[in-house]
């Protein structure tokens, strides 16, 4: 089947666009290409996340949600161990509930919204 779009960007709401961006450029290793109070992007040169504020945004937490959880970020990695340490090191925290810990962590960005880093296949 055929589109007539393509994807552009994902932008996401956040209390800190700058600070999300620099957690994400640096669990991604893509460059911070816009940053200031109100919007920053983050992009490798084909693909692109925006972080815009939202006044009075809070994630909506995980596993017991209060607010409707609208989207998480999948990572590939090849050690789960390491990729947790290293992002807790960059501000994630990590819940206590996790579904299946051996084949991928939920872990929370400093915004409060859940991702996840999974073993590659």
Known sequence: MSGFAKLAMINLD????EGLAR??????GWDVLHAQAEYAMIGDGSTSIGFGQV???SGPGWPTESA?????LDFYVDDLDKAEEQALALGATKPDEQPQPDR?????DPGGHPFDV???S
């Not at 956040?14 to 666009?17: G, H, T």
């Not at 409707?68 to 998480?72: A, D, N, Q, T, V």
């Not at 991928?104 to 929370?108: E, G």
């Open 23 to 28: 957690f994400y450029a640096a669990v991604l």
């Open 55 to 57: 006044p009075g945004y």
């Open 14 to 17: 956040a209390s800190d666009p």
């Open 68 to 72: 409707p959880k609208r989207y998480h």
């Open 118 to 120: 999974c073993l590659r």
């Open 104 to 108: 991928w962590r939920v872990l929370l």
